[in-house]
């Protein structure tokens, strides 16, 4: 089954007003294959994502960094799925790896946060991975499966997921996992898929990776076989973002 190519933008806590016209202003100049062939998604902080969302190109869309776990209501701070949908924001951002990190988003918190932002109508983007540590130990399977079973374990439809598999030891670090490297956990996370969720699924969810993805690597990265898009992180806020787009083809 053809997955199409996914390349999502994690902008983080980074931008002023002007910084984000500038790369939305480069994003729509930008020459890049077409939408039948890479589904381009970019994720503003969400002060900016109302802005982002009325200046972008039709052709590529936002999404929120995250939201909260349920209906909204008396949680200060926060941000519910329901407000994003009411702001026609169609993704979002769950369980990346300095949520969980930083804010202690355990496995189940961020399988149930997927199964919300879902049944409201939102696209995910969920991230998973290992640190060095459990890298170092032999235990990244057994991570990334754990984290995966978490949202498996609430979500039964996975149209609108896409799985971002994001080792914690490449984020930011400069430090990208080889072309290899992100190969063979995309494809056991496939065989995972297949044996404890289903082969459908298996064949079409769409498993992207992230971890200091830029202009020079995106290529290789992006010629593998299990490696159907990236999330990009520091690179999403530079004209390279493009060259990143274009390595759908
Ligand atoms: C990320 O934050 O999702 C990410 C992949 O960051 P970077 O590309 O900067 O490593």
Redesign the pocket.
Same mark, same amino acid.
């Given at each position: 089954m053809a997955r199409k190519f996914f390349v999502?933008g994690?902008w983080?806590c980074n931008g002023t007003t002007e910084e984000v016209k500038k790369i939305v202003t480069t994003l729509n100049e930008a020459e890049v294959p077409s939408h039948d062939v890479v589904e381009v998604v970019v994720s503003p902080p969400f002060v900016f994502l109302t802005l982002v969302k009325s200046l972008l190109r039709s052709d590529f869309h936002v999404a929120s960094q995250n939201c909260w776990v349920s209906k909204g209501g008396a949680f200060t701070g926060e941000v519910s799925a329901e407000m994003l949908v009411n702001l026609g924001i169609p993704w979002v951002?769950i369980g990346?790896? !300095?949520r969980r990190a930083l804010l202690n988003e355990s496995n189940e918190f961020v399988g149930d946060k997927v199964a919300y932002a879902l049944s409201q109508g939102l696209k995910v983007i969920a991230?998973i991975g290992e640190t060095l540590e459990q890298r170092e130990s032999g235990s990244t399977m057994a991570v990334v499966a754990a984290q995966t079973k978490a949202i498996a374990d609430k979500v039964t439809n996975w149209d609108n997921v896409v799985l971002?598999y !994001?080792p914690v030891w490449?984020? *930011?670090?400069?430090k990208?996992a080889t072309p290899a490297q992100a190969q063979e956990v995309h494809c056991e996370l496939r065989k995972w898929l297949n044996q404890n969720v289903g082969a459908d699924i298996a064949a079409s969810v769409r498993i992207i990776y *992230?971890?200091?993805?830029?202009g020079a690597n995106c290529k290789e990265l992006a010629g593998q076989p299990d490696v159907d898009g990236?999330?990009?992180?520091?690179?999403?806020l530079k004209p390279e973002f493009v060259d990143i787009i274009k390595s759908a083809t």
């Amino acid at each position: 089954m053809a997955r199409k190519f996914f390349v999502g933008g994690n902008w983080k806590c980074n931008g002023t007003t002007e910084e984000v016209k500038k790369i939305v202003t480069t994003l729509n100049e930008a020459e890049v294959p077409s939408h039948d062939v890479v589904e381009v998604v970019v994720s503003p902080p969400f002060v900016f994502l109302t802005l982002v969302k009325s200046l972008l190109r039709s052709d590529f869309h936002v999404a929120s960094q995250n939201c909260w776990v349920s209906k909204g209501g008396a949680f200060t701070g926060e941000v519910s799925a329901e407000m994003l949908v009411n702001l026609g924001i169609p993704w979002v951002i769950i369980g990346h790896s !300095e949520r969980r990190a930083l804010l202690n988003e355990s496995n189940e918190f961020v399988g149930d946060k997927v199964a919300y932002a879902l049944s409201q109508g939102l696209k995910v983007i969920a991230c998973i991975g290992e640190t060095l540590e459990q890298r170092e130990s032999g235990s990244t399977m057994a991570v990334v499966a754990a984290q995966t079973k978490a949202i498996a374990d609430k979500v039964t439809n996975w149209d609108n997921v896409v799985l971002a598999y !994001e080792p914690v030891w490449a984020i *930011g670090t400069g430090k990208v996992a080889t072309p290899a490297q992100a190969q063979e956990v995309h494809c056991e996370l496939r065989k995972w898929l297949n044996q404890n969720v289903g082969a459908d699924i298996a064949a079409s969810v769409r498993i992207i990776y *992230g971890g200091s993805v830029n202009g020079a690597n995106c290529k290789e990265l992006a010629g593998q076989p299990d490696v159907d898009g990236f999330l990009v992180g520091g690179a999403s806020l530079k004209p390279e973002f493009v060259d990143i787009i274009k390595s759908a083809t």
